[in-house]
């Protein structure tokens, strides 16, 4: 008697041809998902690094400081502009801060767009590797596997098991 594998389990039958391609399918997937999870994290971590310029240090209402100088400036590129452009009196200045703003602005906007994109990219691929999973357990079943061995089989495994 053989010892049991994830590619042969104790007493059950091998693996079909069919389950090898359900799970060389899955294999990709999950390979997909892994991509679409590093985009999810870029765009997070654009989002942050931009929410991060435009806030950091400024108290809620350092924006005042174009006007009337009374708010604290604090350490964001953004609130140096806005320093240079409240002792400088210069209109340039101004138009600098509001173009940093703008840019951070539309940093914002694409991350999030990216972000949401990818979160429907992966909804998507969800439903596709459920669909695929269930498959693979009938068959799996289909071939005198448990139902419980079949739900923990090692799809990579699987990919690439010989008849």
């Known amino acids: 008697m053989t010892a049991a594998s994830p590619v042969t389990p104790a007493g059950r039958g091998r ?12 294999s990709v997937l999950f390979e997909r998902d892994v991509e679409i999870v590093e985009r999810l994290n870029g765009a997070q971590r654009r989002l942050r ?25 604090g350490q964001s590129a953004i609130a140096a502009l806005m320093s240079d452009a409240l002792s400088s009196g210069r209109p340039e200045s101004r138009t600098a801060v509001l173009g940093a703003v703008q840019q951070a602005h539309w940093t914002i906007d694409r ?5 949401q994109f990818a ?12 669909e695929l999973s269930q498959q693979l357990t009938e068959v799996l079943c289909a071939a005198g596997w448990s139902a419980a061995d079949a739900r923990n089989a090692d799809v990579h495994e699987l990919a690439g098991a010989v008849r």
């Open 15 to 26: 693996c079909p041809a069919r389950a090898r391609e359900l799970a060389a399918c899955l």
């Open 49 to 73: 690094d931009a929410n991060d310029g435009l806030w950091s240090g400024l108290s809620p209402g350092a924006f005042g400081l174009l006007y009337d100088g009374a708010a604290p400036v």
């Open 111 to 115: 991350a999030f767009h990216d972000y």
């Open 119 to 130: 979160c429907e990219e992966r909804r998507q691929l969800a439903v596709e590797v459920g």
